[in-house]
């Protein structure tokens, strides 16, 4: 075995999905997040306790809003794109095709597939869930526009995000409604371990 297979070899350290190491840190750095929530963490309180807590309380949609804020933006869309997925009977063939560019971009995140969504979100029509997870990519990273060198502003993709998913929950069937926010509360617990 050579050296250069050796380190190939070599156990490497998780890599977070975290934007920062705890949630009292995200609400510190990301001024918006607290306008949109009751809830705050505790100084010595993990991402997933955090999460875990809002998931119990009385507006449990606050882990929802926790979540589109405290994921890296490319792990956030994702789990956008995956809660919509779980409730796509109510999207429709519009949404879908969103859905197709959001599915693209995941998997080949360069600039030419986050302009190409951002600009099918833009013209939307109408702002629908799907068309909220298309502004996320849009707003994911980078700057706002090929002939804008000014790069996004920090909170556009988390509340783009935010706004897919829980528009999306409120688009299920009252009945549904809190068998869905479970679901959607579920998939996030595996990004804030």
Not at 69 to 78: E, G, N, Y
Not at 95 to 121: F, Q
């Amino acid at each position: 075995m050579t050296t250069d297979d050796s380190a190939a070899d070599e156990t490497q350290p998780p890599t977070t999905m975290l934007r920062f190491e705890t949630p009292s840190a995200v609400y510190a750095n990301m001024p918006h997040l607290p306008q949109m929530t009751q809830q705050r963490p505790m100084e010595t309180e993990n991402a997933l306790n955090f999460l875990l807590r809002l998931r119990g309380s009385t507006t449990p949609e606050e882990a929802i809003t926790f979540v589109s804020f405290a994921v890296l933006p490319k792990m956030a869309i994702w789990w956008g794109y995956e809660c919509l997925r779980d409730a796509a009977h109510v999207l429709s063939a519009e949404d879908r095709a969103m859905m197709e560019l959001v599915a693209i971009w995941t998997t080949y995140p360069d600039n030419e597939n986050r302009y190409r969504a951002m600009k099918a979100a833009l013209y939307a029509p109408v702002r629908t869930p799907a068309i909220y997870l298309g502004l996320a990519v849009g707003w994911s990273s980078g700057q706002i526009a090929p002939n804008d060198p000014s790069p996004v502003p920090a909170h556009r993709a988390p509340r783009a995000i935010n706004t897919a998913v829980l528009s999306c929950l409120a688009r299920v069937d009252l009945a549904q409604r809190q068998v869905r926010l479970a679901r959607f509360i579920n998939q996030a617990t595996l990004l804030t371990r």
